[in-house]
């Protein structure tokens, strides 16, 4: 279904009237015998005439075989109406008088003040239903089958049909005009990508411009709460960390139990390849670290180039659009998934700093009572995130980091089998005709009617979208757009100093090449073991160059890994020299990986190579 129609598509054939305006603009596919038509051409007349200024309405037909045996007639006869300058009057005769039978149309064509012999003549010609085809063929090619079908200011309308929504999506407030601009934002695949550039160079330029000392003094400013003689405090990075990273750490875990669950991870075979490449862009990226770094004190940061940026690596391949297989954007999803949940397990078993056993039993006894709920069968979320928060504190005190709370917090939140849709959609339209047959004999009952529907609404709702997938669309937005954002400016403000950090420096080498090299290279590897042992098979619509290539995206590491920088080395040059090189090694895994997919890969088309 198209989502947009362009400004030349609004230019095209289409009965219009008021201001001819693109901005304030209302397009609607409908026909004259659809109930559901009719009911929105008394909701567009009261839009109209309640609007601050003139709007512009288009209505072009298209005709559905359900609306009778004859869809074609009305649509003819609103055609011929126009031929006589009376379109809008017979439009809204014609709305008036809604059986299809011929005694109507003519009924119609006299309340509409027609010449009834001409009228007769007119909608006789052929060319009157080629008019009305050209409709019907253009709402086709802009994938449009159902009526009725708005646009409205250029973008396919689905909000809800009251006069109110409808005036202010055509004449939008100031607070609508800039929610319409974050959602086109959003829906940019690359969106989240741009703000996390921004991000990190906004803090690279002001660590190391004039107000630099101010940078550093922010992140370390200190907040938290105290309650009954005991404090909670740490610095606005530490909480940005700590906090705002355990909520991206739950988006991750409630992704990856979506995967398993329904996606990519549900089927075992299907499983093995992502795995298998997940796998061999860890051990081989570590091992290269290791082999520049081994017998120091800077070994600790091994687990550094092990992390893939799901983020940036998504963003890159929309980027690329189609000349990178689907498939392929589906395995560097469960493969990045995967990635986080190996560094979720390098975080916990060997970045943990000194444990608190009483901290630790507290977090297993609230990890149990939230097990207690999912076994129960407890759907609501309220209760999870409750105790979610003591999680989170149990964690932070045990000397585990913190963000695993989120991952442990999402293991709990309940799934169910998915009802059968068609039940439901079943539901959903009984009690929708039988709302509407006890408004149209008792109006009064409005109110009563518009509660119940909404109880019928949440109750469908809930059986439709599991808890844990509610959850996650809820805090997927704030996750990308805001959290990931915010770590990155509160993390990247590196001071690029070549007195204390040095291209030659062990930290800075093994961490490029692991990204850059061993990345695609243990991707790559896994990948064709596992096809070649006939464990797994590479999708039939890619060539092994498309591995390689997304292998080489996968380098980007920067999220996680300028994270377990911070958890590996103590402050000071090693993990400036570990930061600087993930946004350099990321940079150029982007570069690469897209060069090569656009200009060094050819199509996927054609025999696997």
């Known amino acids: 279904m198209s989502e947009r129609l362009q400004q030349d598509a609004l230019a095209d054939k289409g009965h219009a009237t008021g201001d001819a305006k693109l901005s304030d603009s209302i397009v609607e596919y409908g026909d004259y015998g659809c109930s559901d038509c009719r009911r929105l051409h008394d909701v567009l007349c009261a839009v109209r005439s309640e609007s601050g200024r003139p709007l512009q309405y288009v209505f072009r037909h298209l005709p559905l075989v359900s609306s009778g045996p004859n869809p074609m007639a009305k649509a003819i006869a609103a055609e011929a109406a126009a031929r006589q300058g009376l379109f809008w009057e017979m439009h809204a005769a014609l709305f008036r008088h809604a059986s299809a039978g011929d005694e109507n149309i003519l009924l119609a064509a006299r309340e509409a003040g027609l010449d009834l012999e001409r009228f007769e003549a007119d909608r006789a010609d052929p060319a009157i239903a080629e008019e009305v085809q ?111 990273m355990a909520v991206f ?91 986080d949940l190996g560094a979720i397990l390098v975080l916990a078993i060997f970045y943990n700093h000194g444990l608190s056993w009483e901290a630790i039993g507290a977090a297993l006894l609230l990890m149990l009572l939230l ?6 069968r407890v759907y609501a979320l309220w209760p999870y995130l409750t105790v979610g928060t003591l999680l989170w504190l149990a964690v932070y005190l045990s000397g585990l980091h913190a963000t695993l709370a989120g991952v442990m917090l999402a293991v709990t939140i309940p799934t169910r089998r998915q009802a059968p849709l068609l039940p439901l959609l079943a539901q959903g ?15 009064d009952r409005e109110e009563e009617e518009r509660q119940r529907m909404a109880q019928r609404v949440r109750s469908i709702e809930e059986r439709l979208v599991p808890s844990a997938e509610r959850l996650e669309h809820a805090l ?48 790559f590897a896994g990948t064709f073991l596992v096809d ?48 600087l090189a993930v946004i350099a090694a990321s940079v150029m895994a982007a570069i690469i990986g897209f060069v090569h997919l656009r200009f060094l890969t050819p199509s996927a088309r054609g025999v696997p190579a």
């Open 371 to 376: 097990l207690g709920f999912n076994r129960a």
């Open 249 to 339: 750490f739950l988006v991750v875990g409630l992704e990856l139990k979506r995967e398993i669950r329904a996606g990519e991870l549900a089927d075992p075979k299907r499983a093995v390849l992502p795995i298998a490449a997940a796998l061999g862009g860890m051990v081989v990226p570590a091992g290269i670290y290791l082999a520049f770094n081994a017998g120091t004190d800077r070994v600790a940061g091994w687990g550094v180039p092990m992390a893939t940026d799901i983020a940036f690596t998504l963003g890159v391949l929309a980027l690329l659009g189609t000349r990178v297989p689907a498939s392929m954007k589906v395995f560097a999803t469960a493969l990045a998934i995967v990635d």
């Open 429 to 443: 339209s009984a009690g929708i005709q039988q709302a509407i047959k006890r408004l149209e004999n008792d109006t």
């Open 532 to 579: 070649r042992l006939g464990l797994g098979r590479k999708p039939d619509d890619a060539r092994w160059s498309h591995i390689f290539g997304v292998g080489c995206l996968c380098g980007i590491g920067f999220t996680m890994s300028i994270f377990i920088a911070n958890e590996a080395f103590a402050a000071g040059t090693p993990v400036e020299s570990a930061k």
């Open 134 to 244: 050209q409709d019907i063929d253009q709402a086709l090619a802009h994938g449009i089958a159902q009526v009725p079908t708005l646009f409205i200011r250029g973008r396919k309308y689905t909000g809800t049909w009251d006069v109110e929504s409808i005036r202010e999506a055509a004449q939008p407030p100031l607070a609508g005009r800039v929610h319409t601009l974050a959602l086109d934002f959003a829906r940019w695949a690359a969106g989240s990508s741009a703000l996390l550039i921004v991000a990190t160079v906004l803090a690279l330029l002001w660590r190391n411009g004039p107000f630099g000392h101010g940078y550093e003094t922010l992140w370390h400013l200190e907040a938290g709460l105290m309650a009954a003689g005991r404090s909670l405090v740490m610095s606005l990075h530490h909480w940005v960390n700590d906090l705002l």
């Open 476 to 523: 997927q937005p704030w996750s990308a757009y805001l959290i990931l954002p915010i770590f990155a400016l509160s993390n990247a403000g590196i001071l690029i100093s070549f007195e204390h950090v040095s291209v030659t420096d062990p930290v800075m080498l093994g961490v490029v090449l692991a990204l850059v090299i061993g990345k695609p290279l243990g991707i």
